[in-house]
């Protein structure tokens, strides 16, 4: 069994950062696609970036773009997730997941892994 761990939510004023991180004991992001999803209250848990096995391929919602960034580091077996400018809308429950396949995803059912999900509150 995979595990995922998150760690680097927390609560921000809007137009400020935060670094997200998602880090495995196996070596399972090596080969595997990546990405965050995000789920608030009372809505279904959305994509928000992937990135394929490599890094090199990433997609972003529309939402996030321009503000948010992917990567990972294979050598450490972890992801991350840069985000700036935040907003109050970027409130949520932040889920990483990790696929077996070497591309990436936009959803949710297509991710064999899943961390238990990190708060991120942004303040007006």
């Known amino acids: 069994q995979v595990q995922l761990v998150e760690s680097g939510g927390g609560l921000v004023q809007a137009g400020g950062s935060l670094s997200l991180s998602c880090g495995s004991s196996r070596r399972t992001f090596g080969i595997g696609g990546g990405g965050w999803f995000r789920q608030a209250p009372g809505k279904e848990r959305e994509f928000v970036a992937g990135?394929?096995?490599?890094?090199?391929?990433?997609r972003y919602a529309d939402s996030v773009k321009g503000r948010f960034t992917i990567s990972r580091d294979n050598t450490k077996n972890t992801v991350y997730l840069q985000m700036n400018n935040l907003e109050p809308e970027d409130t949520a429950v932040y889920y990483c997941?990790?696929?077996?396949?070497?591309?990436?995803?936009?959803?949710?059912?297509?991710?064999?892994?899943w961390g238990q999900g990190t708060q991120v509150t942004v303040s007006s």
């Open positions: 990135s394929d096995w490599s890094g090199h391929v990433t």
């Open positions: 997941a990790v696929r077996r396949a070497t591309t990436m995803s936009t959803m949710t059912s297509q991710y064999d892994y």
